[in-house]
């Protein structure tokens, strides 16, 4: 090979090492300041709400769950009471449920009451949140004892 073909080389593989390096450091900042999708999926918007389905007066108190029960994961066992305060759950330490699993993001989800009912939202986390057997895309509306997973931590809804 040529000097100049191999001086090329060197200099593509300095530039593709360089955005590996960069992209990386996004990846970092991200998991540990939040991203700006999560941000944004944090801050309220009334255009989301209007979307739910919304449930007659009388089934909304008739099963109305009054606590979250952590069931699988290093937390099983834990009971948060439901008052109405948004539960952020994830690794950060500012977190209503801080749960310390490798697959969790600092601020992985969010479950929240809306108009009678519990909404669980997804806050830009990297490998997801599930209701049941469904990725969670946008808010949605959590029944009692469906299964929320989170990494390897599950919690539901009780009365």
Same mark, same amino acid.
């Given at each position: 090979?040529?000097?100049?073909?191999?001086?090329?080389?060197?200099?593509?593989?300095?530039?593709?090492?360089?955005?590996? #390096?960069?992209?990386? #450091?996004?990846?970092?900042?991200?998991?540990?300041?939040?991203?700006?999708?999560?941000?944004?999926?944090?801050?309220?918007?009334?255009?989301?709400?209007?979307?739910?389905?919304?449930?007659?007066?009388?089934?909304?108190? !008739?099963?109305?769950?009054?606590?979250?029960?952590?069931?699988?994961? &290093?937390?099983?066992?834990?009971?948060?009471?439901?008052?109405? #305060?948004?539960?952020?759950? $994830?690794?950060?330490?500012?977190?209503?449920?801080?749960?310390?699993?490798? %697959?969790?993001?600092?601020?992985?989800? !969010?479950? %929240?009451?809306?108009?009678?009912?519990?909404?669980? &939202?997804?806050?830009?986390?990297?490998?997801?949140? %599930?209701? $049941? !057997?469904?990725?969670?895309?946008?808010?949605?509306?959590?029944?009692? $004892?469906?299964?929320? !997973?989170?990494?390897?931590?599950?919690? &539901?809804?009780?009365?």
């Amino acid at each position: 090979m040529t000097p100049f073909t191999l001086t090329l080389i060197k200099l593509a593989f300095l530039a593709v090492l360089w955005l590996f #390096v960069i992209a990386a #450091v996004g990846v970092i900042r991200a998991d540990l300041f939040g991203s700006k999708a999560a941000t944004r999926a944090a801050q309220p918007q009334p255009a989301r709400a209007a979307k739910l389905p919304k449930q007659p007066r009388a089934q909304q108190q !008739r099963s109305a769950p009054t606590k979250l029960v952590v069931v699988q994961g &290093e937390r099983a066992g834990t009971v948060i009471d439901l008052t109405g #305060v948004p539960i952020t759950i $994830g690794r950060a330490n500012d977190a209503t449920l801080v749960v310390t699993d490798d %697959y969790a993001s600092s601020r992985h989800a !969010r479950i %929240y009451a809306q108009d009678g009912q519990w909404i669980v &939202e997804d806050l830009g986390s990297t490998n997801g949140t %599930y209701l $049941g !057997r469904t990725k969670v895309s946008r808010p949605m509306p959590v029944p009692p $004892g469906v299964p929320v !997973r989170i990494g390897k931590t599950v919690i &539901e809804l009780r009365k």
